[in-house]
């Protein structure tokens, strides 16, 4: 039973481009509508003036938040170059503020937007009410914020220069977080609701770019496995990795995706993206079931993305093989960076097994696992030339450990420390 499969590199693509390998040229071109959140407008550099009046966004659809005159939101966005801006329109039938200015009992707006690669900017403001002005919380002085009182609430006004938020790069495709109102209502300071955005804060350009991926792939939001936003190639900031279907890909201004050697969408078992040297660049690690020879294998794909946007796999293990009712299954799982390591080369130098705490990352553990139907008499088969080998139930090898130094796949000795 030979179930090896050549696993494909990834094409470069263009922005709005429709490129791909032969085996996705049968696949569905649908329109989807965009993944949940808010999408920023990109405008005209210095249109917004923050003054705390509404006016500059009269020609802005907004997206609403809860409903009626008591803790609802209406929300527009926009960006140019240099900086992103929000506009609240709150309304409240009751502004709860004291001149104690008290953070977390009184009514107020929270921010919290995050690149996906760094520390997460956060700030917040109690808004102004009669004869109490406006108090600024943890708002960092490169942030230009305004509000102003309106009939039924309030309205709250603000510019982030874009270089000021942690890991921004122009590629960026949308800030993860929240913004929201936390509305008091009464003397006991308990928020009685929250609304606001809490997820994906798109930048348009970008919203196109997914649109254009999606149709390009033929993939259905209810297709999507994984959506993360990390770094994930060489250069500066963060990607949006998405698999999903029989299809891997990263967007940013522009896409690029490849078609996963496997033969159904079902075959995806699992995707998940893993910083495995605790340096900041994550994998993306796929596993994958294979057909072939009237069998099955499953395989754990680490993958890393170049400068030219393509994935290359950096590391295949065999982890399932099955042939009619019988198998063998090996466990896996990621493990703290080093716990299960014992001295051991690199092909560079040799390493010792550094304390878990010690380090940031994961290692891979393999352990023998369940296995049916099979003795070493009636399994025949030659290592696979493409991946690191199954364990055996009946070699002496029960366990390996597989690490990662930067983008190279390194290990396979027995592993250390395991539990009784």
Request: contains cysteine.
């Amino acid at each position: 039973m030979k179930l090896a499969v050549q696993l494909p590199v990834l094409t470069p693509m263009r922005k709005h481009a429709v490129i791909g390998f032969a085996s996705l040229a049968t696949l569905c071109i649908a329109g989807v509508a965009h993944a949940k959140g808010v999408v920023c407008e990109h405008v005209q550099d210095d249109m917004f003036s923050v003054d705390g009046m509404s006016d500059d966004w009269e020609s802005f659809a907004p997206t609403s938040f809860g409903r009626g005159s008591d803790a609802s939101v209406q929300m527009r966005c926009g960006y140019d170059a240099k900086k992103l801006y929000v506009a609240l329109t709150v309304k409240d039938d009751r502004i709860v503020r004291s001149k104690k200015a008290r953070a977390n009992s009184e009514d107020r707006v929270m921010v919290s937007l995050s690149s996906g690669t760094g520390k997460p900017l956060r700030f917040g403001v109690l808004p102004g009410a009669e004869r109490i002005p406006r108090k600024a919380l943890r708002v960092p002085s490169f942030v230009e914020l305004e509000d102003s009182r309106q009939p039924s609430g309030f309205f709250v006004e603000f510019a982030i220069p874009m270089g000021k938020i942690a890991g921004w790069s122009p590629s960026l495709p949308y800030l993860a977080g929240a913004l929201q109102f936390h509305d008091v209502d009464t003397s006991s300071g308990k928020a009685q609701s929250v609304v606001g955005m809490k997820g994906k804060l798109h930048f348009s350009e970008a919203a196109e770019t997914y649109k254009s991926f999606m149709r390009a792939t033929g993939l259905k939001n209810r297709d999507v496995r994984l959506d993360k936003l990390v770094d994930i190639d060489p250069g500066e900031g963060a990607e949006r990795v998405i698999v999903g279907g029989k299809v891997m890909g990263v967007l940013g201004t522009s896409f690029s995706y490849m078609g996963l050697p496997i033969s159904n969408a079902s075959d995806l078992l699992s995707a998940k993206v893993v910083d495995f040297d605790g340096a900041g660049r994550s994998a993306v690690v796929t596993e994958l079931r294979q057909h072939g020879n009237g069998g099955s294998r499953d395989v754990v794909v680490v993958w890393f993305a170049d400068g030219n946007g393509s994935f290359q796999p950096s590391i295949t293990i065999e982890t399932r093989k099955q042939r009619g009712d019988a198998f063998i299954q090996n466990t896996w799982a990621l493990v703290p960076r080093g716990l299960h390591r014992g001295a051991e080369g690199n092909g560079k130098k040799r390493r010792k097994r550094r304390p878990a705490k010690s380090v940031r990352g994961f290692d891979l553990l393999m352990q023998v696992g369940e296995v049916s139907g099979f003795t070493k008499q009636t399994f025949r088969e030659a290592p696979a030339p493409d991946a690191k080998g199954i364990l055996l139930p009946w070699n002496e090898q029960q366990s390996a450990v597989y690490y990662l130094e930067g983008t190279v796949g390194y290990g396979g000795n027995p592993a250390t420390n395991l539990p009784k």
